[in-house]
């Protein structure tokens, strides 16, 4: 059974940094990669980033480029997202979920097959 779940996430003030973690297991093959996205009152859910498990390579979205770096630590199962520079318009449900490594570079939450529970993210002005 394919499990995610999202932790970490707070209240913190504009600037400052929070590190999400998110622990993954159960999954049947390699070729998966783990997405962040979030999702704000009233909006869509979005991508922030992504991590291929097979290569490591990353894809950032608008609103995480220069500010977000996500980083994997295989032996832990667990994917990480740290965020500098926070602002207000970053407050959001965070989640993580498993996806086939070749929709990573896609950046979208669509057809996206397993999802994690979501950790809230406020920043404050």
């Known amino acids: 059974e394919v499990q995610l779940q999202a932790s970490g996430g707070g209240l913190v003030q504009a600037g400052g940094s929070l590190r999400l973690s998110c622990a993954y297991s159960g999954f049947a093959f390699d070729d998966y990669a783990i997405g962040w996205f979030r999702q704000a009152p009233g909006k869509e859910r979005m991508a922030v980033s992504c991590i291929s498990r097979s290569d490591g390579s990353t894809y950032n979205a608008d609103p995480a480029k220069g500010r977000f770096t996500t980083s994997s630590d295989n032996a832990k199962n667990t994917v990480y997202l740290q965020m500098n520079s926070l602002k207000p318009e970053d407050t959001a449900v965070y989640y993580c979920?498993?996806?086939?490594?070749?929709?990573?570079?896609?950046?979208?939450?669509?057809?996206?097959?397993?999802w994690g529970k979501g950790t809230q993210v406020t920043v404050s002005s």
């Open positions: 979920a498993a996806l086939p490594s070749e929709w990573c570079a896609l950046l979208s939450p669509y057809g996206v097959p397993y």
